[in-house]
């Protein structure tokens, strides 16, 4: 009998955690959506202030790590496209892995980007991402480290 009321803890426990490590996989699936969709809104720079940790790193490029908040949306107001070139990225997650205790995660995908040439003509092209993710228990998801790669063929 103790052997039998064991196993059912086990198993509920292990189903409770099962639901939970889901629950905050799908959170930070929906918060990686959620930003894409807040940049095709706001642009790329603005919808990254919004979630980005005051630690985030970023690694680009041709760059060493560029670490923290203000330093990040620096180096990328630099070098993004002007307004006139009207850039608009937006990207998908592929999946996610979140921690057991549902306090850290990564997404990964792909991004395109439009951009106008000097001609009007539209632009697109594509590339692969990772974002690591962390969160206070049931805080909302910021963005820890950032990396994209540019030159995948659209």
């Known amino acids: 009998m103790h052997a039998f009321i064991l196993a059912a803890g086990l198993f ?51 760059s060493p790590p560029i670490v923290g908040k203000t330093k990040m949306l620096a180096v990328t107001r630099d070098g993004w496209p002007t307004a006139e070139a009207r850039p608009v990225m937006t990207w998908e997650p592929q999946d996610a892995t979140v921690s057991a ?24 092209s594509q590339g692969t991402f990772t974002t690591v993710w962390a969160r206070k228990p049931n805080g909302p998801w910021r963005v820890l480290m950032d990396t994209g790669h540019n030159g995948l063929v659209p």
């Open 12 to 62: 509920a426990s292990s189903t409770a955690f099962a639901a939970d490590a889901g629950n905050a996989r799908d959170s930070l699936l929906q918060a990686e959506r959620s930003y894409s969709a807040r940049s095709a809104v706001v642009g790329f720079v603005d919808a990254t202030a919004e979630v980005l940790a005051e630690s985030a790193i970023t690694i680009t490029d041709k």
């Open 101 to 124: 205790d549902g306090t850290m995660g990564f997404t990964y995908g792909i991004y395109t980007l439009h951009v106008e040439d000097k001609d009007g003509m539209l632009k697109q």
